[in-house]
């Protein structure tokens, strides 16, 4: 199959309409952004004033140039002198290290300068990342918050460093430019002007063009990260399924194709843009020679005298220089456009509200018992869409452990989300010893939550950093104290360096269950009040399970837990088994009592077991 034959379909299509950060600006200019971020570069002004004046320092020097050969064409070797030659030539020597100290200072400024910049705004994304709610996340594709933190920022990192002064940088050269040919001959000077129109012309077609063409490259560029990220991580299910073919086919038709033909197009305008400066550049240079020659053979006046060689050399060295700052700031433009455009994501994600914020009022929840209530809560994740709970009603009293049973669908991962507050309530209210979680902060419940997930996660670090990450000063006999009680001391003791073997990205040197028995070690050294296991078995063999379970009994001792589990023969000990149906609680009771009632619970027994349970 070539590439034109792919079905016109992404490797991912989104479910929602294109996230905003494929929206673009419809101006070059945006005031509220550059002063935002004007507020990120202020406790750096006074580093930038003194790069200021470092660059005014160099562009004097650099100006002055010109006119000091001039001078020494002029008043030394046109009259022989040779002490006026020899003072210009070492004034011209010292304007050039007088340029280069200025440009180094100022390099060296508003490179530290950026760094700290960038270091700043990074921090206030990594933190606000962290905030977000759950359902932020639900939303947006890894791979293209990555970009915004990685990508978008080092956009505005070469804003900062490079194109902030070297803008101003350019304006001053180009007035300092003009007066210096305004001041020699400023008949010539206009005549060397003439041809501005079609440079202004061109820099308007150019800044019309690049706009949008620059906004499209890092739009793409998004997309790229987003769904190259996707397929590293589902790389497993990809090669399973040999999809390799087909997701490189449809990656290079429209993805990586789509990025291809916006960075052509952006090439293709700056290749037309550059060479049609440097040629009115040489237009302006033709039109000197001319006449500053004819003038200088006195064939046509420019003035009350003679035009001298000298400034006739000087004039052409000042014209070509003249069209440098200009195309730089044109160059500087398509910066700028990045800038705006990169700028509009990061604040976007930075204006982005968490669905889950602590209130001014919010109180610290002190050391809790364990008691959970669930009164008459109802949850929809989003206005317009369907009620997942509905008019939840449940008791769970400290130290008790209750399994949430049912078909997948029915609500019991979110029941737990709400205890821990990854999302707020539609309706009704979860209490935690009586207390609203609404009027608490997040930190200090979840603190005294422990989590074990059906899909561990793990940290790229060593085992011990990966059991210790709720409980940073837990010394190593508490560890390993966990460790054996959870059975996972042995296989631990055996790895290469024991409890400080790296585990590799996401524990990918473990097995599913060793992962899993890491994370229970992990939430049980955090000795949470509450402990959360969310099919939390469903990925360990048959003796892991055994492990676990035993581990359990002793270790939920005093604990008030939330079990949800598809393997029913490992909830039968609970306290209380509530049985879920479509977002509500259609039976509660211990094994035995579910049993007897020859409903949900029954069915689903019967289902996992494939033959009907003995009467009880």
Not at 352 to 361: L, Y
Not at 437 to 459: E, H, K
Request: hydrophobic share 50%.
């Amino acid at each position: 199959m070539t590439a034109s034959a792919v079905p016109a379909l992404p490797l991912r299509k989104p479910a929602a309409p294109p996230p905003p950060e494929d929206t673009v600006m419809g101006k070059a200019y945006d005031g509220k952004i550059v002063r935002r971020l004007y507020g990120y570069l202020h406790p750096y002004r006074l580093r930038v004033l003194a790069a200021l004046g470092f660059m005014l320092l160099a562009m004097t020097a650099s100006v002055a140039g010109p006119f000091l050969i001039k001078l020494a064409l002029d008043e030394g070797v046109g009259h022989g002198n040779r002490a006026a030659l020899a003072q210009a030539v070492l004034l011209y020597l010292l304007s050039a290290a007088v340029f280069w100290v200025g440009t180094y200072s100022r390099i060296r400024i508003m490179s530290t300068t950026g760094q700290g910049f960038i270091f700043d705004l990074r921090r206030e994304l990594f933190d606000h990342l962290q905030a977000l709610s759950m359902s932020f996340y639900n939303r947006y594709a890894v791979g293209r918050l990555v970009s915004r933190v990685v990508n978008d920022v080092s956009v505005i990192r070469e804003m900062v460093v490079w194109a902030l002064v070297a803008v101003a940088r350019s304006f001053v050269d180009l007035a300092g430019i003009t007066l210096a040919m305004l001041l020699l001959n400023w008949r010539l000077a206009l005549y060397s002007f003439a041809v501005l129109p079609f440079m202004v012309l061109a820099t308007e077609v150019f800044r019309r063009r690049a706009r949008d063409s620059y906004r499209a490259v890092r739009s793409a560029v998004s997309w790229v990260n987003a769904v190259l990220s996707e397929n590293i991580v589902g790389v497993r299910v990809v090669q399973s399924f040999s999809r390799e073919d087909y997701n490189l086919q449809v990656f290079n038709a429209h993805v990586n194709g789509n990025h291809l033909r916006h960075t052509n197009h952006a090439a293709l305008i700056t290749s037309v843009f550059f060479p049609s400066v440097d040629f009115i550049g040489t237009l302006a240079l033709a039109l000197v020679i001319w006449l500053g020659g004819l003038a200088v053979m006195g064939s046509l006046s420019l003035g009350p005298t003679a035009l001298s060689a000298g400034t006739l050399v000087a004039f052409a060295l000042y014209i070509d220089r003249l069209f440098d700052p200009i195309r730089d700031l044109s160059q500087r433009y398509n910066t700028f456009q990045a800038t705006m455009a990169s700028s509009e994501r990061i604040f976007e994600l930075l204006d982005t509200p968490a669905d889950v914020v602590d209130t001014p009022a919010a109180l610290v929840l002190p050391q809790i018992a364990g008691r959970i209530s669930f009164d008459d809560v109802s949850f929809g994740y989003g206005a317009g869409s369907p009620p997942v709970l509905a008019n939840i009603q449940l008791q769970v009293s400290a130290g008790q452990t209750v399994a949430l049973v049912g078909e997948t669908g029915a609500g019991k991962s979110t029941l737990v989300k709400l205890v821990q507050r990854f999302h707020d309530v539609s309706s009704g209210a979860v209490c935690v010893d009586g207390v609203d979680v609404r009027s608490i902060t997040q930190r200090s419940l979840r603190r005294q939550m422990g989590v074990v997930l059906q899909d561990p996660f793990l940290f790229s670090g060593s085992v011990r950093e990966n059991i210790v990450y709720g409980k940073p000063l837990a010394d190593n006999s508490e560890v390993e104290d966990v460790a054996r009680a959870v059975g996972a001391h042995d296989f631990i003791s055996a790895l290469p360096n024991g409890y400080d073997t790296k585990v590799g990205e996401g524990g990918a040197i473990l097995s599913g269950g060793q992962r899993q028995l890491v994370s229970f070690a992990r939430a049980l050294l955090a000795d949470p009040r509450i402990l959360i296991l969310d099919e939390a078995t469903a990925s360990v063999d048959t003796q892991t399970e055994r492990l676990i379970q035993a581990a359990l009994e002793r270790l939920l001792a005093g604990r008030t837990a939330l079990v949800i589990a598809h393997r029913l023969s490992t909830i039968t000990r609970a306290d209380n088994i509530v049985v879920m149906d479509q977002g509500r609680i259609v039976e509660s009771g211990t094994h035995a009592q579910l049993l007897a009632l020859h409903g949900h619970y029954h069915d689903l027994y019967a289902m996992a077991f494939a033959t009907p349970p003995e009467p009880v």
